[in-house]
């Protein structure tokens, strides 16, 4: 049986507290700035300045990781098969053969590859009220990715 007592008043407002520390302060994933090991791999018999030029087109395409692929598919969020078209490069600023779809589909393999190792990704904790704006469509979502993480 329930019996109200002095300590109520204190105790409602902590536990309320708790909850909204616990629902907006968690991990933000993000892709990691340097370029993970197994995404660009030079092969032995290739001159020097093919090796530069290999290395800046893998370059670019991880800053085309960085800026456009990992908000489009999150941390935990499988990758498609084929490439989007925001994964690409100014094949102007490089050579043409960096926006070779054949060039293109091979960094798109090795992203998929370093994709769910851990090192590829930096964890970050912070503040999101973005729930507090339609909070049965965040509960939802919440819901059905933690559901859909428990099957996997």
């Not at 340097?34 to 670019?60: H, N």
Request: net charge negative.
């Amino acid at each position: 049986m329930f019996f109200p007592h002095t300590f109520d008043k204190l105790i409602y407002p902590a536990v309320v507290l708790g909850l909204l520390i616990a629902v907006s302060y968690h991990p933000r994933y993000h892709l990691r700035r340097d370029m993970p090991p197994g995404f660009y791999e030079p092969s032995p018999t290739i001159t020097a300045a093919q090796k530069r030029l290999e290395e800046r087109v893998a370059w670019a395409y991880w800053e085309s990781a960085l800026m456009d692929v990992q908000w489009k598919y999150p941390h935990g969020h499988p990758l498609p098969y084929d490439p989007p078209p925001e994964f690409q490069v100014n094949a102007l600023a490089l050579e043409p053969v960096a926006s070779d779809p054949v060039t293109r589909q091979v960094y798109w393999r090795r992203l998929q590859h370093v994709w769910y190792d851990p090192d590829t990704w930096a964890e970050d904790y912070d503040w999101d009220w973005e729930w507090a704006n339609q909070p049965v469509i965040s509960t939802t979502e919440w819901f059905r990715d933690k559901v859909g993480r428990m099957f996997r």
